[in-house]
């Protein structure tokens, strides 16, 4: 089966380790204060001279209730009136931006995420977008990705219908788990039936693609119990699903210092589980994108991997790669050739930049020669899981074992240990190193070190 993985309990065991997830490169732990507004608008300038066309990420922070698993930037508020002040920041932020865009650079692919972007009423989400259209060359033709991510507990058929109607496409619905005590134990109470309910309507009205999110590691979790979720999600037969391994860092993220610590399944059951949701998504038609994301073989994400034109950026894996991407709203990224820069992660300093008519960059990097090389050879294994050392020196102009040559003994052992095929000619990731891809990518990483694994969670 094309791409399918192979449980090998003994080369989890020894290669499950923290690591990146590599939707940039460097990452975003490499970040620093260095890097300005100016920054930014002068790479967008770089970018409209080119056309370049342009992915664009919309941040909605604010959700009506808290998920105690939840590590994203959001603000809990049962007020609704707070995203107002926010969306009139927001407004700022695109009229400036929009100022260092070039009129025939397209909007190829769109992203709402959050937080809960449906949280906003439909006259805001109305206005959002008249707003963007205005400013940006989004799309009329219904082409482009325009994704959502959407809460089940917060939408309805005339949502479903509004954002269809607004030019959304591709949706995305949280769930996480099925089972009432998981619910309970994680405070997000959600049933079966609310998940149908969105999902018939947007298959209704003709989205393009739906995602199901679904966590393994929660409290009260079992073996058997994820299976039963993971069976009633296959016979809703989503196009997509992403089946996330939940870190516990308590430490890091307040909400989660409310769950019990004792509630958490064991190493071995996380394991059983993942391993049961890929024998079951296997058996359902599936495949295997890469890590922990799964699609029908007519989705386009199993189409550009089969094609060779997958490729990853901030929001994933995305056929859109090759476009620059502009994050707008409080702690997004935006990646801009080799400009990477973030807006301030706490919201009153958003707005209040935003106020006195200034950007809200905040940190970020510019990647250099060998970060674009090691950028080519990461992205290339983790998309396709096959790498030929000519497509790399041709393209980038390098003998790869002089360049690469202190990964080659790490590389050496895998092969040895059957996690990859190290040839004279490439690599090729087999069937037992898929699940484990992060570890191989981490081989070209030059940034790893103990303490930034610290910032990562475990590969499985």
Known sequence: MFNSPRWDADLIRRYDKAGPRYTSYPTAVQFHDGVAPMHLLHALDKSREVNRDLSLYVHVPFCANICYYCACNKVITKDRSRAQSYLDSLYREIETVSRHVGSEQT?????FGGGTPTFLSHDQLRDLLSKLRRHFKLRDDDIGDYSIEIDPREADWSTIGLLRELGFNRASFGVQDLDPEVQRAVNRLQSLEQTQAVMEAARTLAYRSINIDLIYG??????????????????LKPDRLSVFNYAHLPERFLPQRRINAADLPSATAKLEMFESSIRQLMQAGYRYIGMDHFALPDDSLSIAQETGALQRNFQGYTTHG???LVGLGVSSISQIGDLFCQNTADIKQYQGSLEAGQLATRRGLVGHADDRLRRAVISQLICHFSLRFADIEQRLGIDFRDYFGDCFPMLQQMDRDGLIRLGETGIDVLPAGRLLVRSVCMVFDAYQSVDSNQRFSRII
């Open 322 to 324: 090759h476009c620059d």
């Open 107 to 111: 909007i190829e692919q769109l992203h």
């Open 218 to 235: 929660l409290p009260k979790q079992t073996p058997e119990g994820f299976a039963r979720t993971v069976e009633a999600i296959i016979a």
